[in-house]
């Protein structure tokens, strides 16, 4: 029987639209310099800043991918803040992370009804959490989803830059379901990516779907299904032995649904 269903964060809950990486960086640049001079601290050339401390992410995130961990970017900010001689109190620090990363936001989306859907899934009975790689820091997550109302639905939130391990390290998966206090088989993993999401989830002994906006109606890799909508989630759940939502009578299966357990 599932009890609990674990999401992934990017291009899952929230969805991100192409954009000009630099061009966005370049925008949190601008913003943290900002907040760096109102708060008086010496600071170098807006261009220094910049580059600096896009080569300083860059290096990191190629470093975190071979050694196949991650780094946490607040560390990283700390460090860099040091190096040009600026200190800042744990609450400084986070809102200068949170400047980093807030232009993204503006490239974001979620589905319509997103938390409707998610509130149903609750109050079935389902514990919700969700399991992110991600260098941005947990903190700065949550402001996110607090942002789009989705923080009080996802209790348990498991973020790789605050453990060190990335999906598909089964040790960021069962830290997740130790905390929503349920077993592997108990437990639906959502995601976006096969590699990490669906064969980390699927080696665990979760079941798995695979959400796949543009995606071809069928099962993929190790994907137990394939949904194109989270809201498609209550019918699917329906599906497996033990679901607790029975989907409504006059209500059709989607497409993706009923080829994936055809």
């Known amino acids: 029987m599932l009890r609990a269903i674990l999401f992934d964060l990017g291009d899952t809950l929230i969805d991100f639209e192409p954009m000009d990486t630099r061009a966005v960086f370049r925008t949190g640049a601008i913003h943290s310099y900002g907040y760096l001079k109102s708060l008086g601290h010496p600071v170098p050339a807006f261009d220094v800043y910049s580059r600096k401390q896009f080569r ?4 990191a995130y190629l470093w975190a991918k071979l050694r196949r961990r991650e780094f946490a970017g607040t560390r990283l900010l700390q460090s860099f803040c040091e190096s040009i001689g600026i200190h800042l109190d744990p609450p400084s620090l986070l809102e200068l992370a949170w400047l980093w990363y807030a232009p993204l936001t503006a490239h974001s989306t979620v ?50 830059s605050d453990i060190g391990y990335r999906k598909p390290d089964r040790r960021i998966f069962q830290s997740a379901i130790d905390r929503l206090g349920v077993s592997a088989a108990e ?47 209550p019918e699917v759940l329906a599906q497996f032995d033990g679901g607790n939502l029975q989907p409504a009578a006059d209500r059709a299966i989607p497409d993706s649904v009923a080829n994936a357990i055809a």
């Open 56 to 59: 300083a992410v860059r290096w």
């Open 111 to 160: 589905e319509d009804q997103l938390a409707g859907t998610m509130a149903e899934l609750r109050d079935a009975g389902f514990k919700l959490g969700l399991v992110s790689n991600t260098f941005v820091a947990g903190a700065i997550h949550d402001r996110h989803l607090d942002l789009l109302g989705l923080l009080d639905l996802l209790p348990i939130r498991v973020y790789s």
């Open 187 to 233: 437990t639906l993993f959502v995601g976006d990516l096969v590699k990490t999401d669906i064969v980390g989830a699927h080696r665990m002994g979760m079941k798995t779907a695979l959400k796949q906006p543009w995606g071809i109606s069928r099962t993929q890799g190790n994907a137990d299904v394939v949904i194109r909508r989270l809201s498609e989630l």
